[in-house]
């Protein structure tokens, strides 16, 4: 059997400790403040960055460069026949597009997978390939496995401000005034693709509440009869989020639920006090 690695970026929330003990192989995501570029877990820390966001500096995010990229696969390639590379979603990103064109050109060791996700559901991602080697699959089969499942997932983040969704063009300054004004929090939806609006509450409360339900309609509907693995998120100060993380248990009766961060390049654009919850069933 071929000896297979998997690779995947920092959009996944994996840390460099995380990876380390999975055994999987990580790519810094970079991302830019104030003309600066910085590279996740690695040049800037999570607490660092947040601290920069609040002063006021201007962030923007970016993609890994070819070289980097393919000195990365050469390393790995070194000690492994084959590697499986899970960035984040094509439809968020040009980085799966740029990854698929250079993987063209290593002979058929270098599979980059569409796999549709970002974060908690990137994660889980990244756990189903593992579990698959062990079982003894091709990266061929891994990676068609990965992308047949890719839409099988939910992701809801409720918005703390929408100053960062206005820069990026998608709120309007008035919509953004408004929504301030009347203490309007927005609900976003990732579904397999793209982010999208899917409701706005009054107050961060009433926004975590349309989110419970959202997943468990989910899961009564989209994902009936499967079994759902489910995980809470947030960005900025921990502290803060600790009684989302409560209430998603409470909710779901259920204290096996993890809660980890939002990667930077999400807070880039939805910035701190980000509650989310994301669901992906488990792989047929």
């Not at 994996?14 to 380390?20: G, L």
């Not at 008035?174 to 929090?185: E, F, M, R, V």
């Not at 693995?229 to 409470?250: D, H, P």
Request: proline share 3%; hydrophobic share 40%; glycine share 6%.
């Amino acid at each position: 059997m071929s000896k297979i690695a998997v690779v995947t970026d920092t959009n996944s929330g994996i840390t460099n400790e995380e990876a380390e003990k999975l055994g999987v192989f990580l790519v810094p995501m970079p991302f830019i403040v104030d003309g600066t570029e910085y590279f996740e877990g690695v040049t800037c820390t999570y607490e660092h960055f947040f601290d920069m966001l609040e002063s006021g500096k201007d962030v923007s995010t970016s993609q890994p460069s070819p070289s980097s990229l393919t000195e990365t696969w050469d390393k790995i390639l070194r000690d492994y026949d084959e590697l499986i590379y899970i960035p984040m979603s094509s439809a968020l990103s040009s980085s799966f597009a740029t990854a698929k064109a250079l993987a063209s050109e290593y002979d058929g060791k270098v599979y980059v997978v569409d796999n549709k996700r970002i974060s908690i559901t990137q994660r889980l991602s990244v756990i189903d390939a593992l579990n698959l080697i062990e079982n003894n699959l091709t990266a061929s089969e891994i990676s068609s496995i990965l992308e047949e499942n890719a839409l099988n997932c939910s992701i809801y983040l409720a918005v703390n401000t929408l100053e960062l969704l206005k820069k990026s063009g998608r709120v309007t300054s008035a919509g953004a005034a408004i929504a301030s004004i009347l203490g309007l929090k927005p609900v976003l939806q990732i579904q397999g693709e793209k982010l999208d609006a899917f409701s706005k509450a009054r107050g961060m409360a009433n926004a975590e509440k349309v989110m419970l339900n959202a997943a468990q309609k989910d899961i009564n509907e989209r994902f009936k009869g499967m079994k759902v693995k489910i995980n809470a998120a947030y960005s900025g100060e921990y502290s803060a989020a600790e009684g989302w993380l409560k209430s998603v248990r409470s909710f779901f009766n259920d204290e096996s639920i993890e809660m980890y961060k939002l990667p930077i390049s999400i807070s880039c654009h939805v910035g701190a006090g980000v509650k989310a919850i994301g669901l992906i069933p488990e792989m047929q």
